[in-house]
């Protein structure tokens, strides 16, 4: 039987506070992830997703325990392998046009410069920027800019995509308008999708599973399978079993939130 895309072994953090006292992030979690799945890591505020995806994506190594990709061990290796990391804060360089900043993980990689052009332009028609090649990201809104940000992240092929509260800082109406591209692009281009949000509607919206973390430290809680078939449109929502799905996880969570 071959291995999970990714595996999570194990994996502690604690981050060190000026007086020597640690706070424990994430504690022990285990999580495995089967090719080609869209798995939704859902939790409140500050209970560690963040940190979770950046230990997967290397950015962060853990104290203990393992990651592995393909069952191979990456763990504490930064980004690369097939990684492809997109961050809430927009995160594109500023001094860099639309074109210029889908390019630059391909600079990394010995891609020439005509075949960099081109798969940018690829990526770029795809998430609807097509006309915004030479913008620069403050003449873009945040959705358009989430958008050169999601065609930078997959410009680089990645075989699974970390995506961290991508539209949370959108407003509801472009994060629903971005949901839908998402799913669109995800279908067009199957690949493994870790994505993180404290919204249960938006993991239910989106993904094959949800995985319900525990307030830090993180650890998963539940592992909900998502019914719905695909593709789904917005009158999913007013399904009897979605509204169900969201009650229970709210109740889930509730029990576990401190305010
Ligand atoms: P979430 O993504 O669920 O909101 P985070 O992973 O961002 O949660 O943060 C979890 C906890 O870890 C928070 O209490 C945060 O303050 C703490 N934390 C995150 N990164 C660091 C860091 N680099 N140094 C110290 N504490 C951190």
Not at 108 to 114: G, I, K, L, M, Y
Not at 211 to 226: E, G, Y
């Amino acid at each position: 039987m071959s291995p999970p895309k990714l595996e999570v072994r194990n994996v502690s953090k604690s981050y060190g506070r000026g007086g020597g006292d640690a706070i424990r992030v994430v504690d022990g979690l285990d999580l495995a992830v089967p090719d080609l799945e869209f798995l939704a890591i859902l939790g409140p505020s500050g209970c560690g997703k963040s940190t979770l995806l950046r230990l997967i994506d290397g950015l962060v190594p853990p104290d203990s325990g393992a990651i592995l990709l393909d069952g191979r061990d990456v763990t504490g290796t930064v980004g690369g392998e097939g990684r492809g990391m997109v961050f809430q804060s927009f995160d594109l360089f500023p001094w860099r046009t639309t074109l210029g900043n889908v390019e630059f993980g391909l600079e990394a990689q010995s891609v020439s410069r005509a075949e960099r052009r081109d798969i940018a332009q690829h990526y770029i028609d795809m998430v609807g920027l097509g006309g915004f090649e030479a913008a620069y990201p403050h003449e873009l809104s945040g959705g358009m800019q989430q958008r050169v940000g999601l065609a930078r992240a997959l410009a680089i092929k990645p075989n699974i995509l970390l995506m961290d509260e991508p539209f949370g800082a959108l407003d509801v109406q472009t994060r629903d308008i971005l949901q839908d591209e998402l799913l669109r692009i995800w279908n067009q281009e199957r690949k493994t999708v870790l994505f993180v949000t404290h919204s249960i509607e938006e993991a239910l919206y989106l993904a094959d599973r949800v995985a319900v973390i525990t307030p830090r430290p993180a650890r998963v809680d539940r592992l909900i399978p998502v019914p719905f078939g695909r593709p789904r449109g917005e009158d999913v929502k007013a399904d009897p079993a979605f509204v169900d799905l969201r009650q229970t996880i709210w109740h889930t969570l509730k029990a576990g939130v401190r305010v």
